[in-house]
Nanobody
């Protein structure tokens, strides 16, 4: 299983929280991993990335609200999302960063709505 497997999405009210999880192949253990998101008709965008040593890069639209982390022993990367807004509604994917060979999972839908 090379493609990552995402989970944890769902429907949440504005201001709520969700925690996404992604398990990835051992072959990516020494790669930076990232969360991306995509809305219909738009390009997939980077949300946050974390390298194997734990250094993170969180993009401006979610900075201060989202936290990315990884568990190298479990080959899992997490995205803790707080104070969710309707604009955060998207399909969230995880993958290596950069994802030049299109190692994408099926994604997990996050819907923020009252």
């Amino acid at each position: 299983q090379v493609q990552p497997v995402e989970s944890g999405g769902g429907l949440v009210q504005p201001g709520g929280s969700l925690r996404l999880s992604c398990t990835f192949s051992q072959i990516f253990s020494n790669w930076a991993m990232a969360w991306y998101r995509q809305t219909p008709g738009a390009q997939r965008e980077l949300v946050a990335a974390v390298n194997p040593s734990g250094t993170t890069n969180v993009k401006d639209p979610v900075k201060g609200r989202f936290t990315i982390s990884r568990d190298n022993a479990e080959n899992t990367v997490y995205l803790e999302m707080n104070d969710l807004k309707p604009d955060d509604t998207a399909v969230y994917y995880c993958g290596p960063y950069p994802n030049t060979r299109n190692y994408w999972g099926q994604g997990t839908q996050v819907t923020v709505s009252s």
